[in-house]
């Protein structure tokens, strides 16, 4: 996927680039590479509102939103697992949505951030509490605009929107990511849900 031109038709030079009459700039078009999202869904998500087709289809995302379609105007809450690495120039909107859609349906929903949001006032004031997970070392994205594309000069964190403040520090890479710690939880009519260690 990585150097790939997913449907784009244009470069114009100033790191944009055309289908229609939709723009793309390349700021917004750094993709995740699937380790990380199977790293915390192995079994897939369902729901992606800001993707492209080529990256839904790669992490097998049977819902998804793209710049055509703009996942800002949906409803999230039918979802029950939600990976978004939004646009950067509209990431604060889309986990705007993300907690209000969390403060409504309580789904699982994963977030991909620079770590420096955590150093801000906006991160300080969210109205939701979260999980954290903090990787080692840099996650490498992929250019969906080509070899002009270069990952960004910054560190991610992962934000799991929940009822609880934690921070996990986690290893992206390593190849078997905590398979031990098998635990169970109670569900609604006191059903018991195994949850895998994947299941985070
Ligand atoms: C950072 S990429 C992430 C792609 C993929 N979800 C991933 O994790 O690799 C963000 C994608 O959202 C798309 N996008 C931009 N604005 C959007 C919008 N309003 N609604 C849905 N997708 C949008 C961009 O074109 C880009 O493909």
């Keep these: 996927m990585a150097g790939q031109m997913l449907y784009v038709k244009k470069n114009k030079g100033d790191g944009k680039m055309s289908k229609g009459?939709?723009?793309?700039?390349?700021?917004?078009?750094?993709?995740?590479?699937?380790?990380?999202?199977?790293?915390?869904?192995?079994?897939?998500?369902?729901?992606?509102?800001?993707?492209?087709?080529?990256?839904?289809?790669?992490?097998?995302?049977?819902?998804?939103?793209?710049?055509?379609?703009d996942g800002l105007?949906?409803?999230?809450?039918?979802?029950?697992?939600?990976?978004?690495?939004?646009?950067?120039?509209?990431?604060?909107?889309?986990?705007?949505?993300?907690?209000?859609?969390?403060?409504?349906?309580?789904?699982?929903?994963?977030?991909?951030?620079?770590?420096?949001?955590?150093?801000?006032?906006r991160f300080h004031d969210l109205n939701c509490k979260c999980k954290l997970f903090i990787p080692r070392g840099r996650v490498n994205f992929e250019s969906g605009l080509g070899k002009q594309g270069k990952s960004p000069a910054f560190g991610s964190?992962?934000?799991?929107?929940?009822?609880?403040?934690?921070?996990e520090y986690i290893d992206l890479k390593a190849e078997k990511p905590g398979i031990t710690d098998i635990e169970t939880v109670t569900g609604l009519n006191s059903t018991t849900i195994e949850k895998k260690s994947w299941y985070r």
Excluded: M
């Design 73 to 121: 105007i949906q409803d999230w809450t039918p979802y029950k697992r939600i990976w978004i690495n939004p646009p950067f120039s509209e990431k604060h909107k889309f986990l705007a949505k993300a907690v209000e859609t969390y403060n409504i349906a309580h789904n699982t929903i994963y977030v991909l951030f620079p770590i420096e949001f955590l150093t801000t006032a």
């Design 21 to 69: 009459d939709v723009v793309f700039e390349k700021d917004n078009e750094y993709y995740t590479p699937k380790y990380v999202v199977d790293f915390f869904y192995p079994d897939g998500f369902d729901y992606d509102p800001a993707t492209c087709e080529g990256k839904a289809k790669e992490f097998g995302v049977p819902h998804y939103d793209t710049i055509e379609t």
């Design 157 to 167: 964190v992962i934000i799991k929107l929940a009822d609880e403040n934690s921070v």
